[in-house]
């Protein structure tokens, strides 16, 4: 077995509820969590309203992680998106599009195959789904059937991680738990919300796992510090990795 923990939190490209675009607060908040993996979006990339900085490869270079970013648009002379934050070795990592209406805000998943141990790996799908449902119905439907196709052989390991903007529920949602196992239900009988940050009444961020890997612990961080740093709440996983029966990419 090997642990995986794992991080994901919307970020507000830095932006705090006290509207001050501090980095550095986003940097301490995760931390003292020394996840292997964090999926952060909603990421400004040298945009001027983030003052010009790659906020990611900059959380990367401080954390001493590896920044993966996947750009979905254009945004105040820069680019805004999602991305990963990985300390285990990474062997490849894509993006594709993910299907909205004309007019919608561009929206996209990343894929990235993280070595375990030797010559096993886990597949890290890391995403940020569309606000509406249609939209969001189609690009869980993408998704599904991504995971279908990765996860024919039992030994494959796949996480799902992100803001999918989906309450637990919801046609979305159910989808791809139709295909996935959620990670938070798995390790604890309750399970947190996360948004709005400040008095949190919905859960719309997710760990989804599917394959050799098990949730032994799962919690929403709730602190003075994330109630204003974000709209959203972080969540933290940590998974068990059964690398004796996942197989080689």
Not at 121 to 128: A, K, R, Y
Request: hydrophobic content about 45%.
């Amino acid at each position: 077995m090997r642990r995986l923990r794992l991080m994901t939190w919307n970020v507000h490209s830095a932006r705090g509820l006290d509207r001050r675009v501090d980095l550095a607060r986003i940097a301490a908040v995760i931390e003292p969590w020394d996840a292997d993996v964090i999926a952060l979006q909603e990421i400004d990339a040298r945009s001027r309203r983030s003052k010009g900085v790659d906020q990611l490869q900059a959380l990367g270079e401080r954390l001493g992680r590896r920044a993966l970013f996947c750009a979905t648009m254009p945004r105040a002379g820069g680019l805004y998106g999602h991305g990963l934050l990985c300390r285990w070795p990474v062997r490849d990592s894509w993006s594709r599009p993910l299907p909205v209406a004309p007019g919608s805000e561009p929206r996209a998943w990343l894929r990235t195959r993280l070595e375990a141990t030797g010559a096993s790996s886990v597949d890290v799908l890391s995403t940020h789904l569309s606000l509406g449902p249609s939209d969001r119905a189609r690009q869980a439907a993408m998704l599904a059937k991504e995971v279908v196709q990765t996860t024919v052989r039992p030994d494959r390991a796949l996480v799902l991680v992100g803001d999918l903007n989906s309450r637990p529920g919801s046609a979305s949602y159910q989808l791809l738990a139709s295909v996935l196992r959620d990670a938070c239900r798995e390790a604890s009988e309750r399970v947190s919300p996360t948004w709005p940050s400040p008095a949190p009444f919905v859960r719309i961020d997710h760990v989804l796992v599917a394959g050799p890997v098990r949730a032994r612990a799962a919690m929403v961080v709730r602190t003075a510090e994330t109630r204003v740093a974000s709209d959203h709440l972080p969540v933290v996983v940590d998974l068990e990795l059964d690398v004796e029966t996942v197989a080689a990419a």
